[in-house]
C-alpha cells in the first residue's frame, strides 16, 4: 500500500461519503489529518471513528481558510496536502437556475477551492513541497444540463488546477484533478442507479474509498512528476 507517513493534510468536505473516505485512507496510510465541514456533528464522529481532526470550516469564506491553515501550522508547523473536496449540487437546469442557486454554488465548488490553494500556497512555498487535489468531476467533461450550475464549476476547476500547477510549480507544489464519474455518495441520491450502472462499462458505482485511494496516489511521493492533470476514474463511463 502507498504510505504517506509523516504527511499533514487537510481534507475539506470530511464529515461524508467521499470525503470522510478519504480521511481514513489517509490515516491508514499514516497520515496526520484534519477534516473540515459545516455539519460538526458527524464531521466529529467522523474524526472519532478514523483518527483524525475534525475542524468547522465554511470554504467560501477567507477568514475561516486563515483560521484553519494557522491552526494547522501552529499544531505541525506544515501542510503537505490540501484535498479540497467539499461540493455541492443543485439539481437546476440553466433557465431555473436563478442567480443564487448560481452564486451558492460557485461559493462552495468553485471560490472555496481557489481560497484553498491561495491559503496553503505560502506554507507549501517555505516547505519547497506540496500537493493538492482538486475535486472536479466527469460533469466537468462534457455537458450537464440538469445541474447546470455544477457542471460550470467542475469545468472552471479544471482550468483552475492547469493555472495554478503552472504558477506553484517552480516551488516543488503539485496541483492535479481528480474526476469521478458514479460513486457512492449523497451527490447520487435520487438518480437511476440502474441506468448509471449501465452507463458504466465496469457495471457498477464506484465506493468512496476508490477515489481516496487516487487522491493518496497523488498526494504521496509516489506521483512526484505528476502536475497540472485530469485523472478520470469512471469506470469507463467517458470512454
Known sequence: MIRIDGKVAIITGGSRGQGA???????????????TDV??????AVASSCGCTYLHHDVSQPAEWAAVVDRVVADHGRIDVLVNNAGIIEWRTMTDTSLEVWERVVAVNQTGPLLGMQAVAPVMKRQGSGSIVNLSSIGGLGGSSPCF???????ALRGMTRGAA??????????NAILPGSVESQMIAGMDR???IKATPLRRIAQPEEIGRL???LASDESG?????DHVIDGGMKA
Do not use: C, M
Open 21 to 35: 473516505a478519504t480521511a481514513g485512507v489517509f490515516v491508514a496510510a499514516g497520515a496526520t489529518v484534519y477534516i
Open 166 to 175: 503552472q504558477e506553484l510549480g517552480p516551488f516543488g507544489i503539485r496541483v
Open 194 to 196: 440502474e441506468n448509471l
Open 39 to 44: 455539519d460538526d456533528a458527524e464531521g466529529e
Open 149 to 155: 450550475a455544477y457542471g460550470a464549476t467542475k469545468w
Open 225 to 229: 512528476y505528476v502536475t497540472g492533470a
Open 215 to 217: 487522491s493518496l496516489w
